[in-house]
């Protein structure tokens, strides 16, 4: 099957891209977020194959993924076929609403011309998806090269622009755990959090844009994992940070309280309780492994890759199916 879908999120774009399928990646000369092309800090397989705008025109497409409303006048104008119409689509939702919650109207609600799926039950819960037909895939991850090993009185945090974002992200309560143990933080937009914080920078250092298996290998040798983001989707470092086998300290927010077992470290709306959590984590190394062990269990029974790629195959299937 070949099937076209745009770079957009990087991570689950890549546990996507390790099917069994063909899939046609939009590049453009300037490489921006209409034609990203295949990553260049994740490891993706040869089937998924860069294709321009130019070309797409005679090129067959069996199913359209869309995760952006305007890729369905882009993916007409580029096909030649209208998404939904003239071939399949699937709209995955990667997002939390945003606005008037909880009656935030998604952009494809009240379409009959493509299934909108969900990548968490929670947003599915809190979208107001209107008659669309909706569903839920559970995320999946591509298994990091390496294991927990937790050497490092350190605790990791993994964000996107934490300045910009700050409340989404529970930017404003790092500072509590930074007075327990030094942070490391991850992702993008990241340098000089510490002075926005009004924190020295040997109590948190910021790691930007590092390529994800060097981030792996660093979050390995932390003591335990924070999550503490308020509202957003469930983030894939999360899951890969419980698959490696790390302890997690997390706010019951949003999807975490499916993903995130109690004993595989710290889950709560009570930022006091996770702050005792992660002083204890941090003072006892054999009970952080033996909550890493529930994390890595947990994970890795719920969002294995074997599984999230069943998953797509059958509702891929299915859709192709039903448009015949």
Known sequence: MNILLWHVHGSWTTSFVHGKHRYLVPVTPDRGPYGLGRARTYPWPDSAVEVTPEDLRDTDVDLVILQRPEEIDLAAEWLGRRPGRDVPAIYVEHNTPKGDVPNTRHPMADRDDLLLTHVTAFNELFWDNGATRTTVVDHGVVPPAVEWTGELDRLAVVINEPVRRWRVTGTDLLARFAALAPLDVYGMKVDGLAAHLGLPEDRLTSHDDVPQHAMHAELAKRRAYLHLCRWTSLGLSLIEAMTMGMPVVAL????????????????STRVDTLVDAARGLLDDRESARRAGAVARAAARNRYGLERFLADWDRLLEEEVCASR
Not at 255 to 262: I, K, L
């Open 252 to 267: 019951a927010t949003t999807e975490a309280v499916e993903a995130v077992p109690p004993a595989a470290g710290a889950l």
